[in-house]
């Protein structure tokens, strides 16, 4: 089976850093036998020098024909978009660059690139990011792209859209998660030394005032429920590790996460149960008992709501996909 081509349109004005991170990550993702699983190939409107917003140009080779033949397209952020940024229209280049893109293929852009597949109406009446501090001004220009600031990325199917800068790579690991199950993308995960899974949203990044150095956090009660998933845990329970009121705690973990305590929770408890649907053969109801949910009716409800699919489904999905090769440890 030949490697799944992703190919990265490079921007004038783009971030060098954001140019990287398909390469990364991408190129990191490899089967049992060492074989690549992705070939990444990067494109231009037009061939040749393409300035970035530091101080040097990027020689890319090809130009917009090679979206002709990708699977999946990724359009990483620039400062340079113009009329697409101001009046959320494609220059006729970049709308004929795009036009060689085949019907079906992944959409996926990485900050701000989400104003190109905006412009290019890819987003109308769907769910998607961008940076937090660009949000309300997407929202102004694209009034029917259903724009959540508060999350690091958006999987709507065939069309991904990530908020800033680093949130590309919880995208892009993402996709390799769901491409490939989570054993392959917590290896590329390892090598690039991130997480293969961070908590919380956006909410958390944006600017506040600094708090007092003696402040508390909620670090180690987030820590302690890790540890303890399986067992049942109040808001009190977390609290009390803090000394901390419920009140005071409360506020304290949105403020730090981006999410409420028990929103948190089920998202934690959701990855523990998808983890184990992964990795392991054990049953539905004991997977439902370790990842805290009690009982595998409720793992279905909180499974369902999250991703869409049952436990069996999902299982049935990831352990079956064929670049995986053996079976999962």
């Known amino acids: 089976m030949p490697a799944h081509r992703v190919a990265v349109l490079a921007l004038p004005g783009l971030l060098p850093f954001e140019l990287g991170i398909p390469h990364r990550i991408f190129g990191r993702a490899k089967d049992p036998g060492g074989r690549p699983l992705y070939e990444i190939v990067t494109c231009a409107t037009a061939p040749g020098p393409v300035p970035t917003d530091a101080d040097f140009a990027v020689h890319v080779e090809h130009g917009p024909e090679v979206l002709a033949t990708a699977d999946t397209v990724v359009v990483p952020a620039s400062y340079e978009l113009g009329p697409v940024y101001e009046e959320g229209r494609l220059t006729d280049e970049l709308a004929a660059a795009l036009a060689h893109i085949r019907p079906g293929t992944r959409l996926v852009s990485i900050c701000t690139g989400g104003y190109v597949l905006a412009a290019a109406g890819c987003l109308d009446?769907?769910?998607a990011t961008t940076h937090w501090a660009s949000a309300e001004h997407f929202q102004r220009l694209f009034p029917k792209v259903r724009v959540d600031a508060d999350v690091l990325f958006v999987d709507d199917g065939d069309v991904l859209t990530s908020a800033g800068v680093a949130a590309g790579i919880d995208l892009c690991l993402h996709i390799?998660?769901?491409?490939h199950g989570a054993a392959v993308a917590n290896d590329v995960a390892r090598r690039t030394i991130v997480p293969p899974h961070r908590d919380g949203g956006q909410a958390q990044?944006?600017?506040r005032p600094v708090p007092d150095p003696g402040t508390s956090t909620t670090t180690s009660a987030r820590a302690w429920a890790l540890a303890h998933l399986h067992e049942p845990i109040q808001l009190r329970d977390l609290a009390v590790r803090e000394a901390m009121s419920v009140r005071t705690f409360t506020r304290r973990f949105r403020e730090e996460v981006g999410v409420s305590p028990g929103q948190w929770l089920t998202q934690q408890r959701v990855e523990r149960a998808r983890?184990?649907?992964e990795s392991t053969d054990l049953p539905v109801d004991q997977i439902a008992h370790d990842a805290g949910f009690g009982t595998a009716q409720s793992l279905r409800t909180h499974l369902q709501?999250?991703?869409?699919?049952?436990?069996t489904a999902y299982r049935r999905t990831f352990r079956?996909?064929?670049?995986?090769?053996t079976p999962a440890p």
């Open 176 to 179: 390799v998660r769901r491409d």
């Open 125 to 127: 009446g769907r769910p």
């Open 205 to 207: 990044y944006v600017a």
């Open 320 to 325: 079956a996909t064929p670049a995986a090769g």
């Open 275 to 277: 983890h184990l649907l």
């Open 305 to 311: 709501a999250a991703i869409g699919v049952t436990p």
